[in-house]
T-cell receptor
Framework: DTGVSQNPRHKITKRGQNVTFRCDPI?????LYWYRQTLGQGPEFLTYFQNEAQLEKSRLLSDRFSAERPKGSFSTLEIQRTEQGDSAMYLC?????????????FGEGSWLTVV | DQQVKQNSPSLSVQEGRISILNCDYT??????FLWYKKYPAEGPTFLISISSIKDKNEDGRFTVFLNKSAKHLSLHIVPSQPGDSAVYFCAASTYNFNKFYFGSGTKLNVKP
């Protein structure tokens, strides 16, 4: 399978705990995006990496959210001190960044439920 | 700020007929547009895209039309099949592709 891979697929956590999601993009894709989606809404942009550089970050992203892409390959999204409002599907997407490769391809998503 | 809007939350079409899904945007700097299909509990699946230099792009049963003056795009599915029943999202980006803006989706139901 050469698609975008996300782990874990489901996570249930207690309010106040920290959670971390991992994303492995399509091989050699240098652009990586994180989105969040709640029921009845479209994907909401969180952050964007080009290689290891975080070039764009949503103003809506609170300080409890942090993302890294240390070697320009996989990425992690950490949510500290989770709140019930963080319950959502967290989506990762990647693109090649080549002139003909601007389409972003999504992974299966990671469901977060905060209880 | 909702820069991409899908004003129809749902659409029901008979199998074999045409499905037309609409999308409006407000940012005239958008340069690249895409449509995705999403099943419950799965990530969005890319369907078709169009750049602002074109007004039409076709791929099999799927055709996307772009009207830049009206800031409107549409997705035509012909003929519609029951397997097309899903939520469809349109998305747009400016030339730097740092961020893609998504609409809120239209749920398509194709009746056998």
């Amino acid at each position: 399978d050469t698609g975008v891979s996300q782990n874990p697929r489901h996570k249930i956590t207690k309010r106040g705990q920290n959670v971390t999601f991992r994303c492995d993009p399509i091989s050699e894709h240098n652009r990586l995006y994180w989105y969040r989606q709640t029921l009845g809404q479209g994907p909401e942009f969180l952050t964007y990496f080009q290689n290891e550089a975080q070039l764009e970050k949503s103003r809506l992203l609170s300080d409890r959210f942090s993302a890294e892409r240390p070697k320009g390959s996989f990425s992690t999204l950490e949510i500290q001190r989770t709140e019930q409002g963080d319950s959502a599907m967290y989506l990762c997407a990647s693109s090649s960044g080549l002139p003909s490769g601007n389409t972003i391809y999504f992974g299966e998503g990671s469901w977060l439920t905060v209880v | 700020d909702q820069q991409v809007k899908q004003n129809s939350p749902s659409l029901s079409v008979q199998e074999g007929r045409i499905s037309i899904l609409n999308c409006d945007y407000t940012n005239s700097m958008f340069d690249y547009f895409l449509w995705y299909k999403k099943y419950p509990a799965e990530g969005p699946t890319f369907l078709i895209s169009i750049s602002s230099i074109k007004d039409k792009n076709e791929d099999g049963r799927f055709t996307v039309f772009l009207n830049k003056s009206a800031k409107h795009l549409s997705l035509h599915i012909v003929p519609s099949q029951p397997g097309d029943s899903a939520v469809y999202f349109c998305a747009a980006s400016t030339y730097n592709f740092n961020k893609f803006y998504f609409g809120s989706g239209t749920k398509l139901n194709v009746k056998p």
